[in-house]
């Protein structure tokens, strides 16, 4: 507004100055007012000299011509009037006074403006000011609210993860507890295995009489037996409310441990009283005996001299038919020998007389244990009885397997607790023992020898592997029932004689399927003979438990003296090679032994065993043309000469580790 008005006066003021200095030529009395003519007029002679107007007269500059300069002094009267003068000065004080006012005015209205600006700025300022410290008052609450929410979250959050942590502390001290109960009753448990193994290995090489001196301590074992299994299972299973349940679990299974080695003394003692009343007897009887012989030897030598007087009287009598007694005891010794000497012949080249002999005892054993349970076979009143047996053997014997060192103890457990003596759930929830019958054993026995040899046609024969751990339970039962390895060798001989090896020969008027049946063959559902090819599958399952059993190790509580050797394995092939060959089983079975023992019998006995290979390609692989042109041959001959080329025979697949359960 000031610059405006500042303007505005500048002007007006050049504007009446710039007037003033060109009527000042030409006036000559009071030029100034609304009554008064202009100085000139348009087109006169004394018309001043144009010059610039302002802006504001655009219209008069126009028509405006430029005045005749004269040269002469100017008259008084062209002079303005003083008091006009003086009262333009006054006019032009009063405008500029009345400027000065409406400038105060306006400086004061500006400055009144600014103060109610201020004012409002300030107001606005102190009220921006008091909303932002309640904002930040509330902000504060929010945050001090959101603090305590936090502290509060925090607080349970830690109190949770406190709590969790406690929990899982709990929780690992309680494994590590029960990590220490296992490992305490692990050992405890082998230390009572291994004596319980003991005492039950004395109470089954006893006889009847003697089990039944020693029945207390026998029913003292089997509940000790059962305690320590439910011990272990439990502790397996971690059922302890409270930590200190765990060590006394260990103090448990160390009582029990105990009282196994009081029961050992206890039966030992109970026996060695028996065994001094057993010698008491004896020594009775044996007196009695040698009073007996004594009359006896008087008797027989009385009777010698009664003899050798009537021999002297006969011999008078002899020697009066002399020529008719030679005579007829000339043909009487020729002909039994005579006849003793065919069936040596015919059985030269099917099996050596050694492996004849150990063939006949092993089956000898066996039928006279199938001759003994026949009573417990046949009795129509055991019946139950019976199928308890076979479930308390076929339930743990089907579910061998070598998924894991525990489970393969498991199922053996199972099998020789109740071999021990140990009573076993049946269907109807009753329990039934081992000893409930005197002939149960062997035929227990029996059963599971021939269960064993069943595998091979379901199991073994289409899983090779599976033939490991099932020679594994085979042999430790072996070593703790010697008996029974005899009757498992008896079922495999029975099914398979080429084992022995025994190629058995075809008798003279025979017919050819009664012969093959006579070598192995079954008779199928139709009353057929089985198949060449499933006659060769079944005997390759046959051959492969065989030889797993000749080289895997039992259970390593057994102890570690083998009961079948590696020589077995040696025998076989060394006997295999000098019998008469037959058609595709004589290969096959050959190619099985040597997939299976080969590595065993290369790693032990070196170059001797090459010989037999180089033996077995070069001489008896030709004498097998004449008889078998068909695949197990071929197969073989690309067997040996790949052991040969390669000089070395892989391990077998599925082969158990020294010490695995």
């Known amino acids: ?121 300030s107001q606005h300022k102190e009220e921006e000011r008091q909303r932002d410290l309640l904002q930040q008052k509330a ?40 990590k220490l109960a296992l490992e305490g009753v692990s050992r405890c448990q082998r230390r009572f295995n291994h004596k319980y193994e003991g005492i039950a290995r004395i109470l089954l090489s006893l006889d009847k009489e003697t089990v039944q001196v020693c029945s207390t301590q026998n029913t003292q074992l089997k509940e000790l037996g059962q305690k320590f299994e439910q011990l272990v299972s439990s502790v397996k299973k ?3 409310e409270m930590q200190s349940q765990f060590l006394c679990s260990i103090i448990k299974a160390e009582e029990y441990c105990r009282s196994l080695d009081v029961l050992e003394l206890d039966i030992i003692k109970q026996l060695a009283e028996f065994s001094e009343q057993i010698q008491q007897q004896l020594q009775m009887e044996a007196a009695k005996k040698l009073e007996e012989e004594r009359q006896k030897q008087q008797a027989e030598e009385a009777e010698r001299q009664r003899l050798e007087r009537e021999e002297l009287e006969a011999r008078e009598k002899q020697q009066q038919q002399l020529a008719e007694t030679e005579a007829a005891k000339v043909p009487a010794p020729t002909e039994p020998k005579a006849q003793e000497q065919v069936p040596q012949a015919s059985t030269a080249n099917c099996v ?187 005997q390759s399952g046959i051959a492969r438990l065989y030889a797993a059993v000749i080289i895997t190790e039992g259970r390593k509580a057994a102890g570690s003296e083998p009961c079948f050797e590696l020589e077995e394995g040696w025998l076989w092939l060394a006997h295999m090679v000098n019998v008469k060959p037959l058609p595709d089983i004589s290969a096959t079975l050959i190619m099985e032994i040597l997939q299976t023992l080969g590595f065993e019998l290369w790693r032990t006995y070196g170059k001797q065993f090459v010989k037999l290979l180089l033996y077995i390609q070069n001489i008896y692989v030709p004498q ?30 599925g082969v158990l580790p020294p010490g695995f359960w």
């Open 1 to 121: 507004m000031d610059d405006m008005m500042r303007a505005l006066d500048w002007l007006k003021v050049k504007a009446t100055l710039h007037h003033a200095a060109l009527a000042s030529k030409e006036c000559k009395g009071r030029t100034l007012g609304e009554d008064r003519e202009p100085l000139w007029v348009a087109g006169s002679r004394s018309t001043p000299e144009a010059s610039p107007l302002p802006e504001e007269l655009p219209a008069a500059k126009e028509e405006l011509h430029l005045p005749v300069t004269i040269d002469s002094e100017p008259s008084i009267s062209c002079f303005p009037d003083a008091q006009a003068i003086n009262a333009s000065i006054v006019r032009r004080e009063l405008a500029a006074e009345g400027k000065r006012c409406v400038r105060q005015q306006l400086k004061a209205l500006k400055d009144k403006q600014d103060a109610l600006r201020l004012a409002r700025d």
């Open 139 to 178: 902000l504060r609450e929010r945050r001090e609210m959101q603090l305590i929410q936090q502290a509060d979250q925090l607080t349970a959050a830690q109190l949770e993860a406190q709590q969790r942590e406690q929990l899982i502390l709990r929780q690992q001290t309680d494994q590590k507890l029960h």
């Open 238 to 240: 971690g059922n302890c």
């Open 352 to 538: 050596h007389p050694d492996r004849l002999k150990f063939y006949n005892d092993i089956l000898s054993l066996y039928q006279a244990k199938v001759d003994a349970v026949k009573p417990l076979q046949t009795d129509e009143s055991l019946k139950a009885y019976r199928t308890g047996c076979q479930r308390a053997i076929n339930l743990p014997l089907n579910a061998i397997s070598a998924v894991s060192p525990q489970h393969l103890a498991q199922n053996f457990d199972k099998l020789y607790s109740f071999f021990a003596g140990q009573p076993i759930k049946v269907m109807n929830g009753s329990t039934i023992t081992i000893n409930d019958h005197p002939l149960a054993r062997d035929y227990c026995m029996l059963l599971m020898a021939k269960k064993f040899v069943s595998q091979t046609e379901t199991a073994i024969s289409s899983n090779p592997q599976a033939a490991f751990p099932f020679a594994s339970v085979i042999v430790t039962f072996w070593k703790l029932l010697p008996d029974f390895g005899k009757v498992f060798l008896a079922y495999m001989y029975k099914e398979s004689p080429f084992l022995v090896p025994y190629v058995v020969p075809q008798q003279q008027g025979q017919t050819a399927e009664a012969y093959l049946r006579s070598i192995g063959y079954r008779l199928t559902e139709k009353n057929e003979l089985e198949k060449p090819d499933m006659f060769l599958k079944r």
């Open 624 to 653: 097998l043309a004449a008889y078998d042109e068909g695949g197990p041959k071929t197969r073989l001959e690309m067997l040996l000469a790949k052991f040969l080329r390669e000089r070395q025979i892989p391990q077998a697949v």
